[in-house]
């Protein structure tokens, strides 16, 4: 993710399209992270066989990519991207479904495994800063990196404990449908069925924010190299961004399980402090804006990320953790931030990045506007 993610803008510039264009053919592989996730998940509830699935959309997608980096045709760039974004990134709620059903929600676990996946991304990061590799400008160095860590990853992979075989229970949802006093987490999972309304409401809040947080997902790499000229030390910000969330990861995890905090509260918060964030970029255009704006990430993507998978472990029953946290994927977050995507792409060449970071400012200022009227049904 350290080299799919940052470097898919700079990717696509270095093969001469316009920001237009680039949001674009991001948003068109965002609709590939929308279906593609939904079907494998399903796979998944059904089988499984989370192991032998996520090789193969490593695989899959790491082997797509080549061709899309590095082949001149348009059409070629588009299929394959889409591909590419499609199989890629069907492993995110592969990965979370698979986290929630071995660590039976337990937030403090789950905030640590998944501050371990940041903590990676941290670590492969910096360490492109300090070789120099990968080099920014060159496609083929950017796949040399990619293809490497999907060796890695399908290592990691197949050394990945046994998955919960379907129909397995916890002892506290037997507990349940035999009458038994348990913490209300565990009722809560089988009250709410397959998806509550308490889960969508919230992931409306969630999608909304999502479309905000397409600009430093997506759109922000140019920004640093373009504009602030960072060159490859942009790589070095992404990480930054990425060690504050490593931190929230692993608070939010602990507040949760003590029952500090709950999923609501991260969410909200992660929303002000989206809009923060991008306000930050709008009004200091420097490095010290962006040191700023990049260290809210750890409450806009990792207290949030933290907030709404936890959610769902509390919400929704544990034989459809994959095909919920798909639903939050492709629904929640890949949709919104295609939209996110596109409109910034034209917004960036039409307007400039002021305009861009001030005019999505409105998503973030929406979702707090929502979720605080639904406050009684969300808490």
Request: net charge positive; with cysteine.
């Amino acid at each position: 993710m350290a080299i799919f993610g940052p470097y898919v803008q700079i990717m696509l510039r270095n093969k001469g399209y316009s920001h237009a264009m680039v949001g674009v053919i991001i948003a068109l592989g965002q609709v590939a992270t929308m279906v593609v996730p939904l079907g494998v998940s399903a796979l998944d509830d059904r089988t499984r066989r989370t192991r032998s699935i996520a090789v193969v959309m490593s695989l899959v997608g790491v082997g797509l990519f080549v061709p899309a980096a590095l082949v001149g045709s348009m059409w070629v760039t588009v299929v394959c991207f889409f591909g590419a974004m499609g199989c890629y990134m069907a492993l995110n709620p592969l990965f979370d479904g698979y986290q929630n059903r071995v660590l039976e929600g337990d937030a403090r676990r789950y905030g640590m495994a998944r501050a371990a996946g940041t903590l990676g991304y941290v670590i492969a990061l910096s360490l492109s800063v300090v070789v120099g590799f990968p080099v920014e400008t060159d496609n083929w160095s950017i796949c040399q990196a990619l293809l490497m860590g999907g060796v890695m990853l399908v290592v990691a992979i197949l050394l990945a404990p046994r998955d919960v075989e379907r129909g397995d229970v916890v002892e506290s949802e037997v507990c349940v449908e035999r009458g038994v006093p348990v913490k209300s987490g565990a009722r809560a999972k089988v009250r709410a069925g397959v998806f509550s309304e308490r889960f969508y409401l919230l992931m409306a809040v969630a999608a909304l924010t999502r479309v905000a947080q397409a600009i430093p997902d997506k759109l922000l790499s140019s920004y640093m190299t373009e504009v602030l000229n960072l060159g490859g030390n942009f790589a070095g910000m992404t990480a930054l961004g990425a060690m504050s969330e490593f931190v929230m990861m692993i608070l939010c995890g602990r507040l949760l399980q003590r029952g500090k905090t709950t999923p609501y509260v991260l969410v909200l918060g992660s929303a002000v402090a989206l809009a923060v964030r991008l306000l930050i970029y709008y009004f200091f255009p420097n490095v010290p804006g962006l040191v700023a704006g990049q260290l809210l990430h750890s409450m806009t993507f990792g207290a949030f990320h933290i907030g709404v998978t936890q959610f769902v472990s509390r919400e929704v029953s544990k034989e459809h953790y994959a095909l919920a946290m798909s639903f939050y994927w492709a629904i929640a977050t890949n949709l919104p931030q295609m939209i996110g995507s596109l409109l910034g792409g034209f917004v960036i060449d039409s307007l400039g990045y002021a305009k861009l970071f001030l005019y999505f400012t409105l998503f973030p200022v929406l979702a707090i506007v929502m979720a605080l009227v639904w406050r009684r049904k969300l808490k």
